[in-house]
């Protein structure tokens, strides 16, 4: 295991939501990392962030890492979630919030 992948999977394991994008949530650096950022405030889930775009072998690590091109990338517990549509279907079908919810993780409630 190289390096970047034993961070990685160090941060994913030991962080009950960790999401992977470009920029910070306070400076999302694309819309997709943004929009994801967006839901996550909304279901007021706490998370860890990380910024891809400081590290390029960060960037790379995370899509050989989950086996995914695209980034933003979200993780609950340990395990892949997806990238913005994945996280964005689930949040309007109430999917994510469940998923959440389901791995002791808190969440606003709706209303």
């Not at 961070?7 to 994008?21: G, H, R």
């Not at 405030?41 to 790379?60: F, M, S």
Request: proline share 5%; charged share 20%.
């Amino acid at each position: 295991m190289t390096d970047i992948n034993a961070f990685i999977d160090n941060e994913v394991k030991s962080n009950d939501v960790v999401l992977f994008m470009k920029g910070t949530p306070q400076f999302p650096m694309c819309g997709f990392s943004g929009q994801v950022v967006q839901i996550l405030d909304y279901v007021g889930a706490p998370y860890k962030a990380h910024n891809v775009l400081e590290n390029a072998d960060l960037r790379q690590g995370i899509k050989d890492y989950a086996n995914w091109p695209t980034i933003p990338q979200l993780y609950i517990k340990g395990e892949f979630v997806g990238g913005c549509d994945i996280i964005r279907e689930m949040f309007q079908s109430g999917e994510l919030q469940q998923t959440l919810t389901e791995n002791g993780i808190a969440v606003k409630k709706a209303g």
